[in-house]
């Protein structure tokens, strides 16, 4: 089993910059993915960006050259820098592990874009 912690989100104007960090309770190296997916009120969830072992990195097109994930193995943390945020932002963010086929979420954090 994998446990996350997630840490960072709030509140942010638009154009502002947020750091989001999820640390597991597995080696890093023993997870396959990691990934940031999000859900906005009425929505549903949807896949915001994600990184594999080998590097390989994929991300939702509404945040490209914005959002970068990042995977700190030494720390078995993943983290997403959110920079120029929109108000279309505004979700609950939620990390993801998949360790042996199975997907593990952290207890997802509120990221809200407003004036």
């Known amino acids: 089993q994998v446990h996350l912690v997630q840490s960072g989100g709030g509140l942010v104007q638009p154009g502002g910059s947020l750091r989001l960090s999820c640390t597991t309770s597995?080696?890093?190296?023993?997870?396959?993915?990691m990934g940031w997916y999000r859900q906005a009120p009425g929505k549903q969830r949807e896949l915001v960006a994600a990184?594999?072992?080998?590097?390989?990195?994929t991300y939702l097109d509404s945040v490209k050259g914005r959002f970068t994930i990042s995977r700190d193995n030494n720390k078995d943390t993943v983290h997403l820098e959110m920079t120029s945020l929109k108000p279309e932002d505004t979700a609950v963010y939620y990390c993801?592990?998949?360790?042996?086929?199975?997907?593990?979420w952290g207890q997802g954090t509120q990221v809200t874009v407003s004036s």
């Open positions: 993801k592990a998949e360790w042996w086929g199975i997907d593990y």
């Open positions: 597995k080696n890093m190296f023993s997870i396959r993915t």
């Open positions: 990184m594999n072992t080998d590097g390989t990195t």
